[in-house]
């Protein structure tokens, strides 16, 4: 059975940081664009960062410069290190796997998303 799992949410104050955790199992994800998504309660869900299988990172202007994508293939995992964090920062976060870039960063289409992990930032 093929899964992502996230870790690594939970609560903070604005201007602190978090470090979101993603674990593939059941195939090797190295091959993969591996990005995330959030959505907040009412809205839409809406593309947060992408990093290519040769690791070519892409944002959202939102996050841009506050937020970095990373990948460990050994280990099967990608990482979203969030600073500065702010109130609209607060939503579910879910790691997806996709077959490119842009599938995952203009279309938010993939083949796995894990179930996502709550961040709430307080003001």
């Known amino acids: 059975q093929v899964q992502l799992v996230e870790s690594g949410g939970g609560l903070v104050q604005a201007g602190g940081s978090l470090r979101l955790s993603c674990v593939g199992s059941g195939r090797t994800f190295s091959g993969y664009a591996m990005g995330w998504f959030r959505q907040a309660p009412g809205k839409e869900r809406e593309f947060v960062a992408v990093?290519?299988?040769?690791?070519?990172?892409f944002y959202a202007d939102s996050v841009k410069g506050r937020f970095t994508i990373s990948r460990d293939n050994a280990k099967n995992m990608v990482y979203l290190q969030m600073n500065s964090l702010k109130p609209m920062d607060t939503a579910v976060y879910y790691c997806?796997?996709?077959?490119?870039?842009?599938?995952?960063?203009?279309?938010?289409?993939?083949?796995?998303r894990g179930q996502g992990t709550q961040v709430t930032v307080s003001s």
């Open positions: 990093i290519s299988s040769k690791s070519t990172t």
């Open positions: 997806a796997a996709g077959d490119t870039v842009e599938d995952l960063r203009a279309r938010l289409q993939y083949y796995y």
